[in-house]
């Protein structure tokens, strides 16, 4: 037994001194401050500290191939990263490589999970549509893999048709499950690419006008149209200008169950490094966009249009960045960012810009859980729930430096930026895994989560937006 004192519990929708009763490794209780327990029981003091669930990272490639290269970490890595930075679940992709059937990318990866030292779940997903896909997408919903994450872009490798776009939302929907979807318009980006290629201006410095805001737009407003003529939920990945927010936002409206993810580098970095020393480090699609649209998509945190902050890591380094830095057409993209999502969020927005910590929670742990058929388990600090706890210390100031984090490469796109607040301890199910920021515990011990079905309209505690 173990009791979590003295601090500020943050949750989605309260916040609030209390103390966290914490036994077999889940929430037992919620006790006034300074309630009398068991004195055989282990004190964490949280004194002057915010008491959070671990994050929940609905978007993280954890040893993703793409192309000729992959992003280099293993799951012990990923979550080790992921848990000094206060995420304690990690949802992964199990992504096809050609010729690779979906359930088999599936089954390959969840064996992977035990590897870590949190929790983490899966999205399937699917390229093309053939006869046994409808099976095998029950086959993963029976084993709790129900989101499928699909692309417009990356023809050759990842890139889905239309046709099988809405084939595999009627049936994800009819799994209790959703497609979660990367729009960028592959026509648009290759004529861009082409026409850079053409003027010899397709090098990373230039990776912005190759894949303009309009793709992103115009691939939102045809998967919006697709799935609302399904009435299929949807969700869209990093997404990364207000317009294609406010596009969903206002399917919202009329009706659609849609959901706005997007990624931490898109709301805090912007163009201005593809003209630095190291633009090849921050290549990633969508590309980093100008400074007023990374402040437009920021203030979206404040009206409630985004869902969901991800951080879209993959861990390439600075030598992969570099093979093809000449032509983004042929270089990895991604950004590392499973481990600093949190602190530069909370950093940027709750300490400096006012957004409530509630709301960092809702946005950055609980969303994610509810997205994903995940909630109350996680994301939730309530009686029943798993003890994924991050005790932060919202006035410690630090420089994020490569050499201080845990992630499988070589740089951070944050380097040199000066933060405050941190996560100093985090439970994993009861256990303490960080503690006063060093590693207490490296004991693998991750499960795969099986996701339950998506029901949005019958969501206990969910947020008006769900
Ligand atoms: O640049 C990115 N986002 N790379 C990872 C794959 C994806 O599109 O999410
Ligand atoms: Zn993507
Ligand atoms: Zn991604």
Redesign the pocket.
Known sequence: MKVVRGGTVVESHWSAPADLLIEDGTIAAVLAPGTDIDPAAEIIDATGKLVMPGGVDP?C?VG?T?GEFTSLDSYRECTTAAVFGGTTTIID?AIPRPGQEPLDAAEKQRAKASEGLCDSALHACVVEWNDTTAGQLATMAGAGIRTVKM?T??AGETMANEHTILKTMQTTRDLGGMVVI?CESDAIVTEAQNLAAASAAIDASRMSLTRPELAETASVAAILAIAESQQAPVYF??QSTPAAVELVAEARQRGLVAFTES?AHHLVLDDSRYRGEHPERF????PLRSADIVEGLGRHLFTGHITTIGS?H?CYDTAQKNVHRHDVRHM????PGVETRLPVIYSHYVDRLGLSPSRFVELTSANPARTNGLYPRKGSLMPGADADIAIWDPDLEWTVTVDALHMATDYTPYEGCRLRGKPTTVLVRGTVVVHDGELADPTPRGRHLEAAPLDFDAAPNSSPML
């Not at 990895?332 to 950004?335: K, M, T």
């Open positions: 978007h490639h993703f793409s992709f692309f872009t990356y990367h990945v990093h990624v290549v990633c699609c969508p879209d993959c990895p993209n991604g950004l």
